[in-house]
């Protein structure tokens, strides 16, 4: 691999458009491919070039980035007829750093080493200000010396990069963390509304919370907005209902028993019942404001 | 109130002990009481003085400091007929840093408004080594210009002093806080072992987790000994498990509907019920382990 591959980028959402402009301004030359072309064209604004297809992206490129909603779009990229795996070369480094099923990254990487490609799992953590800053949680699956590999790459968009095991294991931690993110959220929530409802000044509260074994980067980052409402996005709940689903997949076949997982899973369903799942997960606050009789909208 | 006051304090336990030291070391004389008079042996040779009583310690102080187990405890320190209020002069302090019923500390606080005596609810967060290295978070419940007189007494032992409402508020806070520590150590024990049962390397998981949104004070102080199943106190199970029914009981009364704290109140209550109160809350990951069909003591 070249001291500067070219890197292929493709999905350049809320969270992959500022990871390929990182990737772009740590000097590696980005070719970008996305399903709407106005995303493309802030890329090449911002330095990159345009990619017309998954197929001609992967042609152009050493390296390859995923950056996609869900398992589905995942599969048809990269095993589809004109997907990355059709396309490459054989010495293909591919990153799919997508939140999708173990077995989907599993499936990627049989798959790839048939054709003698090189895959890794690596979702992230950090949410969109860790995408801009370029400081997100990287958890790795893969063969370690592949993740040593991309190294240069991930450290462009980065903060803590963590090799986790082999194929699929990134998806496993991820689940875990999505786990843990949404149940945070889900106990500040119900502290607020205890407090809230206890007369108590609920930002005072908070303030003093953040400062002990109670601390959380949730309360950090997310604790104002809670008690102001502010519920943009940020990360959308559809999509952490969407990663709870895989969490729970993977904890059922795994035989392991997660009770709270299990119950704030529920809640983030209860919120997108009731037409929220545009809102940032920082919402999972109405979903305890109606239980408590505190919210009529 | 003199510019060093005299300090006593009631209650020379795990977290209550190393606070007194810490008032000794800020330049306060301390006169302590306890239960079993060794503590109070340690207390001297600390630099202290020994009190007989709750009585004879409330005489020889401007400010009393109280650090007990349990709702039952306080009312009988201060409102019993030996008790703080009925010993003190109408000019003490009296700052209460147990973990207790809200309802408990307005009670002594109308009782203590009778006799002009001020009063402050002023719970702590930050265990054993907060205590020790004086960097505890406190909840303040009370008027705003007592926390303002005891403020250079709560420097000594605190790092976040936060006065959060008028009496009984310290409490509510903490019983929000506790809300918050049980939940998020349970959350952090469903994700370890879901990651172990996955065959993911959980202490690495768990490391990339720590670094982006899901990362907590938990992770960073427990996370380690949870993994290596080192659970010697520290907080032990059986006072967690009191302060969830505190927190509970304030849910009640507040109408605050609060799902994963109720769920975690269970899980510690089997933790108790499976003989483990005395261990240190990190035990929690034993109930999952247990559910999970991963443990068999």
Same mark, same amino acid.
């Given at each position: 691999?070249?001291?500067?591959?070219?890197? $292929?980028?493709?999905?350049?959402?809320? #969270?992959?458009?500022?990871?390929?402009?990182? /990737?772009?301004?740590?000097?590696?030359?980005?070719?970008?491919?996305?399903?709407?072309?106005?995303?493309?064209?802030?890329?090449?604004?911002? $330095?990159?070039?345009?990619?017309?297809?998954?197929?001609?992206?992967?042609?152009?490129?050493?390296?390859?980035?995923?950056?996609?909603?869900?398992?589905?779009?995942?599969?048809?990229?990269?095993?589809?007829?004109? $997907?990355?795996?059709?396309?490459?070369?054989?010495?293909? /480094?591919?990153?799919?750093?997508?939140?999708?099923?173990?077995?989907?990254?599993?499936?990627?990487?049989?798959?790839?080493?048939?054709?003698?490609?090189?895959?890794?799992?690596?979702?992230?953590?950090? $949410?969109?200000?860790?995408?801009?800053?370029?400081?997100?949680?990287?958890?790795?699956?893969?063969?370690?010396?592949?993740?040593?590999?991309?190294?240069?790459?991930?450290?462009?968009?980065?903060?803590?990069?963590?090799?986790?095991?082999?194929?699929?294991?990134?998806?496993?931690?991820?689940?875990?963390?999505?786990?843990?993110?949404? %149940?945070?959220?889900? *106990?500040?929530?119900?502290?607020?509304?205890?407090?809230?409802?206890?007369?108590?000044?609920?930002?005072?509260?908070?303030?003093?919370? +953040?400062? %002990?074994?109670?601390?959380?980067?949730?309360?950090?980052?997310? +604790?104002?907005?809670?008690?102001?409402?502010?519920?943009?996005?940020?990360?959308?709940?559809?999509?952490?209902?969407?990663? /709870? %689903?895989?969490?729970?997949?993977?904890?059922?076949?795994?035989?392991?028993?997660?009770? *709270?997982?299990?119950?704030?899973?529920?809640? #983030?369903?209860?919120?997108?019942?009731?037409?929220? %799942?545009? *809102?940032?997960?920082?919402?999972?606050?109405?979903?305890?404001?109606?239980?408590?009789?505190?919210?009529?909208?």
């Amino acid at each position: 691999m070249a001291d500067r591959p070219r890197i $292929g980028f493709i999905g350049l959402g809320i #969270m992959g458009a500022p990871m390929a402009v990182n /990737l772009i301004k740590a000097g590696f030359p980005v070719v970008g491919h996305n399903r709407s072309r106005s995303a493309v064209d802030r890329l090449v604004a911002a $330095g990159g070039q345009a990619g017309e297809s998954v197929a001609d992206v992967t042609r152009r490129s050493d390296v390859v980035v995923t950056m996609l909603p869900d398992s589905p779009d995942v599969e048809a990229v990269a095993l589809g007829p004109d $997907g990355i795996l059709a396309s490459a070369a054989p010495d293909l /480094l591919y990153i799919d750093m997508s939140t999708v099923r173990p077995q989907t990254s599993v499936a990627v990487a049989r798959a790839a080493a048939d054709k003698g490609i090189r895959v890794l799992d690596a979702p992230v953590s950090g $949410g969109e200000q860790g995408a801009v800053e370029g400081t997100l949680s990287i958890m790795c699956g893969g063969e370690e010396a592949d993740f040593e590999a991309a190294l240069p790459v991930l450290r462009a968009v980065g903060g803590t990069l963590v090799h986790v095991g082999p194929a699929g294991a990134g998806q496993t931690v991820k689940a875990a963390n999505q786990l843990v993110v949404a %149940g945070t959220i889900e *106990l500040v929530a119900e502290a607020i509304v205890l407090m809230e409802a206890s007369g108590v000044d609920a930002a005072a509260g908070l303030r003093v919370l +953040g400062g %002990g074994l109670a601390g959380s980067r949730v309360i950090d980052r997310k +604790g104002a907005a809670m008690l102001a409402r502010s519920f943009a996005p940020g990360f959308r709940v559809d999509l952490h209902h969407k990663d /709870l %689903g895989i969490c729970l997949d993977v904890a059922r076949d795994a035989g392991a028993v997660i009770p *709270l997982g299990a119950a704030v899973a529920q809640l #983030m369903s209860a919120l997108r019942a009731e037409g929220d %799942g545009s *809102l940032d997960h920082g919402a999972l606050l109405k979903v305890v404001e109606r239980l408590s009789g505190r919210r009529r909208d």
